[in-house]
Nanobody
Framework: QVQVVESGGGLVQPGGSLRVSCAAS????????IGWFRQAPGKEREGLAC????????YYADSVKGRFTISRDNAKNTVYLQMNSLKPEDTAVYYC????????????????WGQGTQVTVSS
């Protein structure tokens, strides 16, 4: 069964850091492009970052460029999103998803989604 599971969310103060993880089962993550998305209450799902399956190229939304870093650990079959300099507006449920083919920040490009992990940035 193909499945991705996010973990690592929580409560963090503004300016702090957090790393969320996306673990795969039933398939090899490195064979797919993996994207990170988030959705805050009342807002549309937003594409944040993507790492390609071919050469590990990474892509970021302007809203997180320079603060967030996506990476892959093939041995652990896991993709990470390191989030630094967090702001209250980063509060959302964070999702990872898989895609066959090249990277995109459009949610419609992706096939399998996890259940999400809550990130709350507040003092």
């Amino acid at each position: 069964q193909v499945q991705v599971v996010e973990s690592g969310g929580g409560l963090v103060q503004p300016g702090g850091s957090l790393r969320v993880s996306c673990a795969a089962s039933g398939f090899t993550l490195e064979s797919y492009a993996i994207g990170w998305f988030r959705q805050a209450p009342g807002k549309e799902r937003e594409g944040l970052a993507c790492i390609s399956n071919s050469d590990g190229s990474t892509y970021y939304a302007d809203s997180v460029k320079g603060r967030f870093t996506i990476s892959r650990d093939n041995a652990k079959n896991t993709v990470y999103l390191q989030m630094n300099s967090l702001k209250p507006e980063d509060t959302a449920v964070y999702y990872c998803a898989t895609a066959i083919g090249s990277c995109s920040l459009r949610s419609s490009w992706f096939d399998y989604w996890g259940q999400g992990t809550q990130v709350t940035v507040s003092s």
